[in-house]
């Protein structure tokens, strides 16, 4: 049973040819060949009220802004990391960057400032754009400039002259700096070239099937992969308008916009369904299309879905350094039956494989994929493919049914996946091993008990000898996650015990603490 894919492969050629040129040009693809009238993104507030920006207003804007930055000494090639929530200044700062031939790093706005201060560092920037929501944050970070939005960042942008024009980094030149969870060190940098808007732009179309006429929200945040890739690049490339809410997540406001803005095609976490599904409040709402990523899909929010939204619930598959890559498809060319607990079959441009119990990638028959190796790290590299380069393995294991069906079978970098994020154990165990009590420590992901986040944070904490374990002390510990690296990311149980399970060579043996 596979695919029709008769009439893909063209579509896929010609994205390539565009894509990936010499002389690609990001904010030209992204913004200046689209209508300047058309409606790129539709910024909604907790209020609902909701403000319009068309591809017009972000060209003029992101050039002079473009003239700010460079102003600055940001030239092609400097890493600029933006700490910014879901709003009209921030596509501005995306573009201006890129007119300048120069490198996003994104930065979740939930960060504290020990993760910001990694990244920054990390990527040797030298200016953070910011919000004044976020701005205390970067107080504590030394060498940098702090650009921040407001009356006076307005009048930059107004006083400027228009960016003349924009720098050509090519299909091979790097565009985002984005960094992995850090589940076995510190987080990896992993950029990504423009070519690889070819591949953001076919998950839009065939994985999405985000059509002319729908209304499009991609709920996930732009803080991490899966919500900069495809509600912020894809919906660019493509022409496609997609909503951004500037509030977090809660079952209320989901229902209210979806209701108001009448969306036809929504794509959100897991947790995001399960909490719709538990709140009572899906009356009557319509999907065309409705699409899940960042962990397996439990089968009654499928069964849930289809009566309460009107449509199934499809899960797809990929990662920071892939995109999405294995999918149930939703677009009519590629669409196939869901099998229950599948995440489907490869996208058009990429073949895949289970290679020694891990899915994996085709590097030689897969033409959209776009990882080459992380920043400066050529052993993290080497560990990610075979000899010669012959497969690319997503250290996920997996099966591979007759049909060409994939099946995940388990997560093996031990990453947390709690309400829709993902995090990396070595990031919390990071900031309570600063604690002068703790001698050791080790973080695992556990079941949410209440089924909604799907994982919750659980830390596993050895004390110095003489320091005596107490609930006080359990609740100093996940302040101290709250306020070091990030409030999603705190341990909702803290275990005190004597030792920690190691293997001979000193490292963790997490899977024996997820089974206590």
Known sequence: MQ????????????WLAAYDTADTDVAHLLCDRHDADAVAFTFVEPDLTSRDVTYGELADR????ATVLAGRGVERGDRVPVLMGKRPELVTTLLAIWRLGAVHVPLFTAFATGAIQ????????????????????????????????????????????????????????????????????????????????ASFHCYLHYGLDVGEDDVFWNAADPGWAYGLYYGILAPLVAGRRNLLLNAGFTPESTVAVIEKF???NFTGAPTMYRALSKSGLVRNLRLRRASSAGEPLTPEVVDWAREALGAEVRDHYGQTELGMVINNHWHADVALPVKPGSMGQ???????????????????????????????????????????????????????????????????????????????????????ITHPAVADVAVVGRPDPEGIRGEVVEAFVVLDAGTEAHDDLARE????????????????????VDTLPKTPSGKVQRYLLRKR
């Open 346 to 432: 490869p996208m058009p441009g990429y073949t895949a494989g289970i290679v020694d119990g891990q899915i994996a990638i085709d590097t030689e028959n897969s033409p959209l994929l776009w990882f080459t190796g992380y920043h400066e790290a050529p052993d993290k590299t080497a560990e990610r493919f075979t000899p010669g380069n012959r497969w690319y393995l997503t250290a996920d294991s997996g099966r591979l049914d007759d049909d060409g069906y994939f099946f995940f079978t388990a997560r093996d970098d031990d990453v947390i996946l709690a309400a829709g994020y993902r995090i990396g154990p070595f990031d919390v165990e990071s900031v309570l």
């Open 262 to 264: 009448g969306v036809t």
């Open 118 to 197: 990694m990244r920054v560092e990390a990527s040797r920037a030298r200016l953070v754009v910011t919000e004044p929501s976020q701005r205390a944050k970067l107080d504590p970070i030394e060498g940098i400039e702090v650009l921040e939005t407001g009356d006076a960042f307005d009048r930059l942008i107004d006083e400027a002259e228009p960016l003349a024009s924009s720098v050509a980094i090519g299909g091979r030149g790097t565009m985002l700096q984005l960094f992995t969870s850090g589940t076995t060190g510190k987080p990896k940098g992993v950029p990504v070239p423009a070519r690889a808007l």
């Open 477 to 496: 510990l996940q302040q101290l996650v709250r306020d070091k690296y990030s409030k999603h990311a705190y341990p909702r149980t803290v275990h005190f």
């Open 3 to 14: 695919p029709r894919t008769l009439d893909v492969q063209p579509v896929v050629d010609a």
């Open 62 to 65: 992101s050039r002079r802004l």
